[in-house]
């Protein structure tokens, strides 16, 4: 019999700011986080907007200088957002048995600008230059690797590179350990930073990102027929997810339930999604058979709705596949439209989000969706966040190479 799993803690980066309760404010209040490039000079980029984690992001509280310099950005985003989401779980570090914690993080692209920034030293100086930890500055598992070492996790430890989907690939994944019985404690999301001149430049090449330099917080607008693609963003989600029997015991509090994951593969093409939205609607159909609810219990969906044009309709095509005639009364959802994509942390961004949606009755919007797109023909809850009785909520994520990742959450009982 499967254990129950809860989340104790969360923690969050993004564009809209560092923590839980910054970004609740920010999304609950409809307010972008997107803005000019500063990390680079973007001028000769199509693209010369994105969504950066500004001057508000201070690392020195939870990493040491020493540590700063060995770890490329996005491992600083997984190692705050950890720290936060600890610090709210209130679980003990070391843990007393160790071997029962484990770390998942996923990431798309891991320390792309520690490689990119490698490249250009071989190239200029040559390769006797290179820096010596330039690979575990870059590679994708070390973020959980440094995780584990900072907090004593000894446990299942591994990345998981998914695209899109990553994290909430890795909260699907820790939801399947705890549940089993494998671990007691995960902690488990995303981290990104792939605000960078290959980036920016190859999303550009696949004519994916949107150039809307000149109005950059309506760049993002999910749904909406005006939409001219998708804006890059970075940061990092994390969630302690935790057997329900172990938060009891040490009387922790509970933000809420994970109790439905599903994951397919369209099986179609590297960067469009099917045409018919299968893998979409088999990935949200498992997670609702997982948690063994029906259609009708779910009141909010947190989108993928990345403001692309395929990708928006093709979800919303998926929704009324599956939801039928409940399609109409679902609430749903792009908070991208306000912290842009943040690629492989997007989904766990958005879990958390999620549950506060569970935890507050509230929906967040989606902002500039102006003039509807006909072929995207839901309630996507535009402009304004609106209050509703959230029992059960459903995360998509879908990403290049058809992967699809559907998440379900229960509001706490306690």
Request: overall charge negative.
């Amino acid at each position: 019999m499967r254990r129950r799993v809860v989340v104790t803690g969360m923690g969050m980066v993004t564009c809209l700011g560092t923590g839980v309760a910054a970004n609740w404010e920010a999304v609950t209040s409809g307010r972008s986080g997107i803005g000019p490039i500063t990390l680079f000079d973007p001028q000769s980029f199509i693209t010369q907007i994105a969504g950066e984690v500004r001057g508000n992001f201070d690392p020195a509280g939870c990493i040491s200088a020493k540590e700063l310099r060995r770890m490329d950005r996005y491992q600083q985003f997984a190692v705050v957002a950890a720290s936060e989401a600890l610090a709210d779980s209130g679980f003990r570090c070391p843990p007393e048995n160790p071997y029962r914690c484990g770390v998942i993080v996923g990431s798309g692209m891991g320390g792309l600008a520690t490689i990119e920034n490698g490249v250009e030293i071989l190239r200029s100086k040559g390769p006797k230059r290179v820096p010596p930890l330039m690979i575990p500055m870059a590679v994708i598992n070390l973020a959980p690797a440094i995780l584990s070492i900072k907090f004593g996790f000894k446990g299942p430890n591994f990345g998981v590179v998914n695209a899109c989907t990553s994290g909430s690939s890795a909260i699907g994944e820790a939801f399947r350990l705890v549940g089993e019985g494998r671990a007691d404690v995960v902690l488990a999301g995303g981290a990104e930073a792939v605000i960078t001149t290959l980036s920016v430049s190859a999303f550009n090449a696949l004519r994916a990102l949107s150039s809307r330099n000149d109005e950059p917080e309506k760049a993002s607008r999910p749904f909406d027929a005006d939409r001219d693609g998708f804006v890059m963003s970075e940061g990092s989600g994390m969630l302690l997810v935790e057997a329900l029997e172990c938060a009891e015991a040490r009387g922790a509090r509970i933000h809420g339930e994970i109790v439905g994951y599903g994951a397919t593969d369209d099986a179609y093409h590297y960067v469009m999604p099917a045409p018919d939205g299968e893998g979409a609607y088999q990935s949200m159909k498992l997670a609702i058979e997982d948690a063994g609810i029906t259609t009708e219990q779910v009141v909010y969906i947190n989108a993928h709705g990345t403001s692309t044009d395929l990708n928006d309709k093709i979800e919303s095509l998926a929704v009324r596949k599956l939801f039928r005639s409940a399609a109409n009364r679902v609430s749903i959802s792009s908070t991208k439209s306000m912290t842009g994509h943040l690629i492989g942390a997007a989904g766990a961004v958005e879990a958390i989000y999620t549950i506060m949606s569970t935890k507050t009755g509230t929906i967040p919007p989606t902002i500039n969706l102006d003039t509807p797109d006909p072929e995207c023909d839901l309630d996507y809850t535009p402009h304004r966040a609106v209050t509703r009785d959230v029992e059960y909520a459903m995360s998509n994520s879908f990403a290049f190479g058809g992967q699809n990742a559907s998440l379900v959450f229960r509001r706490s009982e306690s």
